[in-house]
């Protein structure tokens, strides 16, 4: 799985600098700077709220009611992290919150297939993928809310063990054992398909 990891750069993006300008503006009342660290980082968050949550309305709902909390605390941000990681750590903890309060076996219909380069794949291979895809969903499940969120953090948004302890809010070793364990389960879920 470490090879299916994003590559894409860490939540500060560049951009650490003006973030923090824009942060302090906001904090003044300045709804415009505001606006401006949500159009940046909205999408980033977004896509780790859907990966987290499964779907993209409760992802939409997760990510806005963080950037609510977001404009409401911006006079306790003080800089200490990257704004960027700060908003992480929001939307983290508000899709912890919603899976801890789902029912044991989440509802998998609603997230999206992929789909399958219809000119290179096969019709009993595009099957198979969605099969797979509903068995890895399906075991998914089975992990307890802090360890999807280590395994997504770590496995689909290839982030840090460092990164994922300070996001989640718990020491590194703890998040190596809460991956670990993700991965034993998920192996073992998914022993049908290797």
Known sequence: MAGARNQTAPPDGGG????????????????????????????????????????RTEAEDAVQEAFISAWRRLPEFHGRASFATWTYRIVT???????????????????????????????ARIAESRDAVRDLREALGLLS???RTCWVLRELDGRSYEFIAATVGISQEAVRARVFRARRCLTQAMGAWR
Do not use: Y
């Not at 904090?27 to 980082?41: I, T, W, Y």
């Not at 896509?47 to 949550?53: E, G, N, Q, Y």
């Open 16 to 55: 650490e600098a003006d973030d923090a300008l824009l942060a302090v503006r906001a904090a003044e009342g300045d709804e415009d700077a505001f606006a401006a660290l949500v159009q940046r980082h909205a999408p980033m968050l977004l896509r780790l709220a859907t990966r987290l949550l499964g779907t």
């Open 93 to 123: 903890n508000r899709c912890l919150n919603i899976l801890r309060a789902r029912k044991p076996v989440a509802s998998l219909e609603t997230a999206a297939e992929v789909a399958a380069p219809e000119h290179t794949v096969s019709p």
């Open 145 to 147: 809310a802090e360890q």
